[in-house]
């Protein structure tokens, strides 16, 4: 149990445009959900809480308007980056919080992360 | 601002030998959690072990056992009878306990963990 898809697993875009990635809980509902952005071997930083039906609460610094973030279901949040340009390029992963189901509240189980180039 | 200290950027240990990793934290909440992760070169991060703060016992799971001194603000993993598969980055990792909603994690800079054959 407590599995958390993310997808794509790599994506390669072009300066300007926007990518969208996509976060879904499988066989558990999360209310909350998390979007962490993680340098090359840095740790993880905390960029927004997504908590589903309300609008997500971001991170100090870290651009809302750049990074849009999407919870219209209990099993799936994305993460749109708009306008990409190359200091965006990271490796950004997901989580969600298993909640009352699994009997423990706030662990999170992640996704696998996807790792976004922009040239 | 809650903050998560690890002191040790690498630890190696020969296999079937005992590590410990430390981390310390500092927070002026009395509620929170603690967690250990680990990331494999897959960079998929897997739950190790997680404490509850308000709980004095240790938080044990198989060969992993940390040691919790709340008023040390201290959250050390111990990895027994090491094994080759426990070659990863281990992210120590705090979430404050708001009482509502889940939160965030806040974390260390992570322990480059070798282990030698």
């Known amino acids: 149990g407590a599995v958390v898809s993310q997808h794509p697993s790599w994506v390669i875009c072009k300066s300007g445009t926007s990518v969208k990635i996509e976060c879904r809980s499988l066989?558990?509902?999360?209310?909350?959900m998390f979007w962490y952005r993680q340098f090359p071997k840095q740790s993880l930083m905390l960029m927004a809480t997504?908590?589903?039906?309300?609008?997500?609460?971001?991170e100090q610094g870290v651009e809302k308007d750049k990074f849009l973030i999407n919870h219209a279901s209990l099993t799936l949040s994305t993460l749109t980056v708009t306008s990409a340009h190359p200091e965006d390029s990271s490796f950004y992963i997901c989580?969600?919080?298993?909640?009352?189901?699994?009997?423990?509240?706030?662990?999170?189980?992640f996704g696998a992360g996807t790792r976004l180039s922009v040239l | 601002a809650q903050t998560v200290t690890q002191s040790q950027p690498e630890m190696s240990v020969q296999e079937a030998e005992t590590v410990t990793l430390s981390c310390t934290y500092d927070?002026?909440?009395?509620?929170?959690?603690l967690f250990w992760y680990k990331q494999p070169p897959s960079r998929q991060m897997i739950l190790v072990i997680r404490?509850?703060?308000?709980?004095?016992q240790n938080a044990t799971e198989n060969r992993f056992s940390v040691n919790f001194q709340k008023a040390a603000k201290s959250f050390s993993l111990k990895i027994s009878d090491s094994q080759l598969g426990d070659a990863a980055m281990y992210f120590c990792?705090?979430?404050?306990?708001?009482?509502?909603?889940?939160?965030?994690?806040?974390f260390g800079k992570g322990t480059h963990l070798i282990i030698q054959p």
């Open positions: 989580s969600a919080d298993s909640g009352n189901p699994f009997g423990a509240k706030n662990i999170q189980y």
């Open positions: 066989d558990f509902q999360a209310t909350t």
């Open positions: 997504s908590n589903e039906g309300s609008k997500a609460t971001y």
């Open positions: 927070t002026s909440e009395s509620d929170y959690y």
């Open positions: 404490q509850e703060a308000y709980k004095q």
């Open positions: 990792a705090y979430s404050l306990n708001s009482g509502g909603g889940a939160d965030g994690l806040t």
